[in-house]
């Protein structure tokens, strides 16, 4: 049941809309958890898109497995997704920093406040993310060390590459997930992929994730899926920036094992045919996170790499 959540009008004269499509099972007993799955704070991320149009499509197909409530809110910045816009247009700013927004507020700090409402009370909500232009992430799922303890069983259940632990005080205060932590709705970021790519792969195992962890609240009934997930604390965690500006050449891929002194790639000059800085691995590892836009200027962001993991 699709259903309007908030909607302004805009001086152009047209109106914004915030919508989300409620399944939940024929016949309800009172006692259905929820689980509210967000995605379009930044209108670029187009694999969030897709994982919410199969995931709608694989709950309706097999409809009788739906024991919950379930929640799926694909743009909670429509003007973003209509305009390719990462952030809210117009006023162009990130969306993800405005939560918990007031109600006393500008037009985007109100609307910020109603979607905070409107998930309130739910029992789980998981706001899907991707990477900006330049660079790409591996699917895994970030989570704050002061809410280790109580969110990991979920983290877990997603049977991503990885669970990253980030220590709170880096986390922004303003982010959705952030402001709903703080209402006592337990919630998680998933990142993956890159903006403006539906890279169906990825886009897949989150689905099948999305679907694992309402089996575990209780929401869905079929298989569990029990992978082996990495946790990544924050001090494993080495980010490789370039000295140089240039152009980037890769040598490994998402995914790779590397070796301390592997290369990861190099930074080329067009003008003079000649490579100015070779990329090597700092440490043993796998690389999660990889630049995919290849033009680069100096302290660029080339890889991100996960140290020792363990489960």
């Not at 990130?94 to 910020?112: H, L």
């Not at 067009?270 to 100015?276: D, Q």
Request: hydrophobic share 40%.
């Amino acid at each position: 049941m699709i259903e309007t959540v908030t909607s302004m009008e805009l001086p152009v004269g047209e109106v914004l809309r915030i919508k989300k499509n409620r399944l939940q099972p024929d016949i309800l007993t009172g006692q259905e958890k929820r689980a509210c799955i967000v995605a379009g704070i930044h209108g670029d991320e187009m694999g969030s898109q897709y994982i919410c149009y199969e995931l709608i499509r694989r709950i309706k197909e097999n409809y009788e497995r739906l024991k919950g409530i379930v929640d799926v809110y694909p743009a909670l910045n429509p003007l973003g997704l209509d305009t390719y816009n990462r952030g809210f247009p117009v006023f162009d700013f990130d969306m993800n920093t405005i939560f918990p927004g007031s109600e006393d507020g500008g037009m985007v700090d109100e609307m910020a406040a109603r979607i905070v409402e409107e998930l309130k009370g739910a029992d789980l909500c998981l706001d899907l993310h991707a990477n900006n232009m330049h660079v790409k992430e591996a699917p895994h799922v970030r989570v704050m060390d002061d809410q280790n303890e109580r969110l990991m069983g979920y983290a877990k259940a997603m049977n991503l590459h990885a669970v990253w632990v980030h220590p709170s005080n880096v986390v922004k205060e303003g982010s959705l997930v952030y402001a709903m932590n703080q209402e006592g709705v337990d919630s998680l970021v998933i990142e993956s992929g890159i903006q403006m790519e539906t890279d169906r792969e990825l886009c897949d195992k989150i689905v099948n994730g999305i679907l694992n962890v309402m089996k575990k609240m209780g929401v869905w009934e079929g298989e569990p899926i029990v992978n082996k997930t990495f946790i990544w604390e924050d001090d494993t965690v080495e980010y490789i920036n370039c000295d140089s500006t240039g152009l980037f050449i890769s040598s490994v891929s998402l995914f790779s094992k590397v070796k301390k002194g592997d290369r990861i790639g190099v930074i080329v000059k067009p003008i003079l045919g000649a490579v100015i800085e070779e990329i090597t691995a700092p440490m043993d590892g796998v690389i999660f996170t990889l630049r995919r836009y290849p033009s680069v200027r100096e302290g660029a962001l080339i890889a991100r790499i996960a140290g020792e993991s363990y489960d």
